[in-house]
C-alpha cells in the first residue's frame, strides 16, 4: 500500500529481527503489508507505510516490535485531544 502514506520517517515502530520467531502474526494484521517474511523471519519492508495502529505490536507473542500510537491513527489522536495523552488508546485498529 504503497500510496498510502501520511509522513516518511516519522513512525515510532521499532522491530527487534533477532527477537522474531517468524509466526508471521505481524504481516497477517498488518492492513499496510508493512512487514513481509522472508525465510523463518519476517523483515521490515516498508517502514514509512506503518499508521501506528500498533495491530502488529499487539500479535507479536514475543515483544519484537514496538510503537507508540500517535502519528496515523485518527482515533487515538482525537482521543488523545479530549482525553489526554495518558488515558488515550487506540480501539480501532
Request: glycine share 12%; charged share 20%; net charge positive.
Amino acid at each position: 500500500m504503497e500510496s498510502l502514506r501520511y509522513l516518511p520517517g516519522v513512525t515510532t515502530l521499532q522491530f527487534n529481527e533477532d527477537a522474531c520467531v517468524g509466526c508471521g502474526m505481524c504481516t497477517k494484521v498488518c492492513p499496510h503489508g508493512v512487514f513481509a517474511m522472508e525465510g523463518r523471519k519476517a523483515r521490515l519492508r516498508d517502514r514509512d507505510g506503518c499508521m501506528e495502529c500498533g495491530a502488529c505490536a499487539t500479535n507479536c507473542a514475543v515483544g519484537a516490535i514496538s510503537v507508540t500510537p500517535g502519528v496515523g491513527c485518527a482515533s487515538y489522536i482525537i482521543q488523545t485531544w479530549l482525553k489526554g495523552r495518558e488515558k488515550a488508546e487506540c480501539t480501532c485498529c
